[in-house]
């Protein structure tokens, strides 16, 4: 069973920065993808970016050139750092880790973007 732990949330003002963490423990096997996910009041769960086995990474076009994902060689660790903040990245953002065997998702971090 995989066990994820965000952390790193919190309020900053806009064109602030913030770097979340997500501890990853657990089984996750040879090859697995990384993600950020986000979920604000009302709206669906969306992508903000992902990373696969190889490193490639994907981002949603309202993060491209502002956050930058990333994550440790063991994939024990993955991180996003978020630049140029906008009020509407305020959101609950969920670290997702998708194994050969299922996925996993953490409990969530809050980002509250506000002046």
């Known amino acids: 069973q995989v066990h994820l732990v965000e952390s790193g949330g919190g309020s900053v003002q806009p064109g602030g920065s913030l770097k979340l963490s997500c501890a990853v423990s657990?089984?996750?096997?040879?090859?697995?993808?990384g993600g950020w996910y986000r979920q604000a009041p009302g709206k669906q769960r969306e992508l903000v970016a992902s990373i696969d086995t190889n490193g490639s990474t994907n981002y949603a076009d309202n993060g491209k050139g502002r956050f930058t994902i990333s994550r440790d060689k063991a994939r024990r660790f993955m991180y996003l750092q978020m630049n140029s903040l906008k009020e509407e990245d305020t959101a609950l953002y969920y670290c997702h880790v998708q194994t050969p065997w299922g996925a996993a998702w953490g409990q969530g971090t809050q980002v509250t973007v506000s002046s």
């Open positions: 657990g089984r996750i096997g040879g090859a697995n993808t």
